[in-house]
């Protein structure tokens, strides 16, 4: 099993900027496929960025050329670094990792809120 725990959301204004931290135990993450989601009131969970155990990145189209998914696999840490953020980037961020294999594992969500 993996353990996640988030970290880093808060109030920010728009414009400014955010970093989220992701703490993995249990399992190495270096085999473990990662990703960042959120959930906005009222809207289903979506995908804002993935890591691939290869190195790959993708990224939702909304948070392109704003955000940047990183991992530290040594030390077994995801990051989301969040610039440039809009009042709809506001929403409860979820970190999640799964082997190749596996199930998806999930951490217990951090509060992002974006507003003057």
């Known amino acids: 099993q993996v353990q996640l725990v988030e970290s880093g959301g808060g109030l920010v204004r728009p414009g400014g900027s955010l970093s989220l931290s992701c703490a993995a135990s249990?399992?190495?993450?270096?085999?473990?496929?990662m990703g960042w989601y959120r959930q906005a009131p009222g809207k289903e969970r979506e995908l804002v960025a993935e890591s691939t155990m290869g190195g790959s990145t993708k990224y939702a189209d909304s948070v392109k050329g704003r955000f940047t998914i990183s991992r530290d696999n040594a030390v077994n840490m995801a990051y989301l670094q969040m610039n440039s953020l809009k009042t709809e980037d506001t929403a409860v961020y979820y970190c999640?990792?799964?082997?190749?294999?596996?199930?998806?594992?999930w951490g217990q969500g951090t509060q992002v809120t974006v507003s003057e």
């Open positions: 249990g399992s190495t993450l270096s085999t473990h496929y």
């Open positions: 999640a990792a799964r082997a190749p294999t596996g199930p998806m594992y």
